[in-house]
């Protein structure tokens, strides 16, 4: 079985940066793709920012140039590094990731429990 950790969320001041992790443990032969959604109060989730386990990134456009993601595939983990917050980035963090699981090309697709980023003004 496969399981998402997540950890890093907090409390911070608009402008101020904090970076997300989230490990992913189990029977993980290769890394389709990790990456973050959130869910703000009364809003449907969003993707904010994914990278295929080939390193190729994709963000959200309300995101580019303050958020960055990276993988570490020796750890499968990821991370998000998050710049020049604001009080619109107050949301909980989901994280989402896809793995190949044995050599018969199954696939594991779930999510982590959520961490709560919250900006204030």
């Known amino acids: 079985q496969v399981q998402l950790v997540e950890s890093g969320g907090g409390l911070v001041q608009a402008g101020e940066s904090l970076r997300l992790s989230c490990a992913a443990s189990?029977?993980?032969?290769?890394?389709?793709?990790m990456g973050w959604y959130r869910q703000a109060p009364g809003s449907q989730r969003e993707l904010v920012a994914t990278?295929?386990?080939?390193?190729?990134?994709d963000y959200a456009d309300s995101v580019k140039g303050r958020f960055t993601i990276a993988g570490d595939n020796a750890k499968n983990t990821v991370y998000l590094q998050m710049n020049s917050l604001k009080p619109e980035d107050t949301a909980v963090y989901y994280c989402n990731a896809e793995f190949h699981i044995d050599m018969l090309g199954s696939t594991w697709h779930g999510w982590g429990q959520g961490t709560q980023v919250t900006v204030s003004s």
């Open positions: 189990g029977s993980i032969v290769k890394i389709n793709h």
């Open positions: 990278i295929t386990g080939g390193g190729t990134p």
